[in-house]
């Protein structure tokens, strides 16, 4: 049985994040992947304030600037029934916002690591905790048995890990999202703002990238049947084309001239804010980062940068209780646990806010009811009168 010292499961978003930040404090870790390369599905993120502060920190902000346009707004349209009923404009962040190509940061986080931190084609089957040792044993699908002194989940909404930890499986929403890529090789004339346009049972947003290059989602509220029986690429584009239908000549040229390898259909899927509050983040020496943490839908565009966040924090918890020289100073399992319990209580109230609005802002826009509408608006006044409140926040240094 192999020894490890830190093993981080899933090499997606956070757990590079992760292993990156340990990286910068001193501390070596393992990072298992069980793609034969390395996760790309995603097509792109909005990346608000604070997520950029965790990027400083990481120190591959400066480098995802050089492809990234900065957002100057955020406009949300309101159409129904083809008649347009409200549009709002202001500001998208409290400071920085672009969109950031998931592929190009991947790549910024994976090139920063030390050669061998990430082990490709590694997917674990199973988490025991060790009768004599209590850290944790993990087996990987080879028949390879790694053991363990911190195990850290990153294996995203059907995580094994999170299993383990005995947290409640993710919920899914009746909502089904597409995001793709379109190419404009001589330059595309759209302002430099996030435009989200919610018509009927379709929201469909637009985030430049790039002079040439633009993110677009279609999120379709209430999924058509044959939804469930898509083969192939194509079969993706027909019904992401068929669901803007009734959108712009421009809107629609957009999705029609698509790159269609780049389109990723998903069904959106969250955490319930009460499983966030309430949960057991903590099981031994193991604990979760990202959506293996905090699932959560797009509506208010957090997901990966909370999982920037977490990667921070935790790498700080864990060095201020271990020290330079990381696990070679642990003398108890004891100092493990309470690093953790540290990040669990830093994160928590962080996460529960992040969870709530998202939760809320998502339901107000599936709801058809008025009264429901009604509701969801006054709550979410009461609860974040600064609807972008949520970018202010500092996940502070390393």
């Not at 492809?67 to 309101?78: E, K």
């Not at 969250?270 to 979760?288: A, E, N």
Request: glycine content about 8%.
């Amino acid at each position: 049985m192999e020894e490890l010292d830190i093993v981080i499961v899933g090499g997606g978003i956070a757990g590079l994040a992760t292993s990156l930040a340990l990286h910068r404090k001193g501390i070596k870790s393992i990072v298992l992947e069980k793609s034969e390369s390395v996760r790309s599905e995603g097509a792109a993120f909005g990346i608000q304030t604070n997520g950029w502060l965790a990027l400083q920190q990481l120190g591959v902000a400066d480098k995802l600037r050089l492809n990234s346009l900065p957002i100057h707004q955020i406009r949300d349209v309101m159409i129904e029934k083809k008649i347009k009923q409200r549009e709002s404009v202001g500001p998208a962040s409290h400071g920085e916002v672009r969109g950031v190509i998931r592929n190009d940061m991947v790549r910024a986080l994976a090139h920063a690591l030390p050669v061998g931190t990430l082990r490709l084609g590694s997917q674990i089957v199973s988490v025991k905790l060790d009768e004599a040792t209590s850290f944790p044993n993990v087996h990987l699908r080879n028949g390879q048995d790694i053991k363990a002194k911190v195990l850290i989940g990153c294996d995203g909404s059907n995580s094994i890990v999170s299993k383990f930890l005995g947290l409640n499986p993710t919920k899914a929403l009746d909502s089904r999202a597409v995001r793709g890529f379109t190419n404009y090789p001589n330059g595309h004339v759209f302002q430099q703002e996030f435009i989200r346009i919610k018509m009927d049972n379709v929201v469909s947003g637009r985030l430049p990238i790039t002079h040439n290059l633009v993110f677009w989602f279609v999120v379709m509220l209430k999924c058509p049947q044959d939804s469930n029986n898509l083969k192939n690429q194509e079969d993706v584009a027909r019904l992401t084309l068929a669901s803007v239908c009734q959108f712009s000549e421009e809107w629609k040229e957009m999705v029609k001239k698509c790159d269609i390898d780049s389109l990723y259909i998903s069904r959106l899927r969250y955490r319930s804010p009460w499983d966030v509050m309430s949960s057991k983040f903590r099981r031994g020496t193991v604990t979760v980062a990202g959506d293996s943490m905090h699932l959560m839908g797009p509506f208010i565009g957090q997901g990966c940068s909370a999982a920037l966040e977490d990667g921070v924090v935790l790498a700080r918890c864990l060095w201020s209780k271990l020290g330079q020289d990381g696990m070679n100073n642990v003398s108890s399992r004891k100092q493990i646990e309470e690093a953790i319990d540290e990040y669990v209580r830093e994160r928590r109230g962080r996460l529960v806010g992040l969870s709530t609005q998202t939760y809320l802002t998502g339901r107000l826009i599936e709801a058809s009811s008025p009264a429901t509408k009604l509701l969801l608006i006054v709550l979410l006044m009461i609860l974040f009168r600064d609807h972008i409140g949520h970018t202010r926040y500092d996940c502070g240094r390393l």
